[in-house]
């Protein structure tokens, strides 16, 4: 599949899902308007580049950018910016890392590269971030921070590019696989307080009888 095809097949199916009632499940404590905004700057930056600096770059580095300084501005702890930075500078490390080294473990390999990588920090975001405005701003820092990594270590080789349709493409894997980590480990957590919940209650009605 050609690069750039993966962001608009999730695209779709993000807008579908958000368009069935999905989206306070999804992405509760964004507002609709918000979602709906991103979606149309993002088709239009889709295609938009330019040279700034010897260096090309395209529209959705700019707009992530742009989403991820605004979320950690409203952020009302200065700690927890803190924090959010210092979790973006992780998966942007991972992410570097994985993108680099990953060739030389295919055992670990799952489907594709591609695939791997945004699992992998997809999982780690969703273990770190719950809230998900939050973890989508730390994602979105923590992929341009390493695609800044990637696009200087090659720069010997090939013109640095920041946000090319290969990165979209790992953006919205990413982001897709970091709110299906978060759905599935909050089932679990939820399932798990309601096991021990039931659990405790038959425990005590057990040792009712007894007392009396």
Aim: with cysteine.
């Amino acid at each position: 599949m050609n690069a750039g095809y993966v962001s608009l097949l999730l695209i779709v199916v993000a807008l579908i899902l958000f368009a069935s009632g999905w989206k306070n499940v999804i992405l509760r404590g964004i507002t609709p308007t918000s979602l709906l905004l991103f979606f149309m700057l993002w088709i239009l930056f889709m295609p938009w580049s330019t040279d700034w600096g010897g260096i090309r770059v395209y529209g959705c580095t700019v707009l992530l950018l742009i989403v991820s300084l605004w979320v950690m501005v409203r952020t009302p702890s200065f700690l927890y910016r803190f924090h959010l930075l210092s979790i973006a500078l992780l998966l942007g490390s991972v992410y570097f890392f994985l993108r680099e080294t990953l060739h030389l473990m295919p055992a670990v390999i799952w489907f594709s590269s591609e695939w791997t990588v945004a699992a992998s920090v997809g999982f780690l975001a969703a273990a770190l971030l719950r809230w998900p405005p939050l973890q989508i701003a730390g994602l979105s820092l923590g992929l341009l921070i390493g695609d800044v990594m990637s696009a200087c270590a090659h720069r010997e080789q090939m013109v640095m590019t920041l946000g090319q349709a290969e990165f979209q493409d790992e953006w919205w894997l990413t982001a897709f696989a970091a709110r299906g980590c978060s759905l599935l480990l909050e089932g679990m957590v939820a399932g798990s307080k309601l096991a021990f919940k039931h659990v405790r209650q038959r425990v005590r009605s057990g040792r009712e009888p007894e007392n009396d």
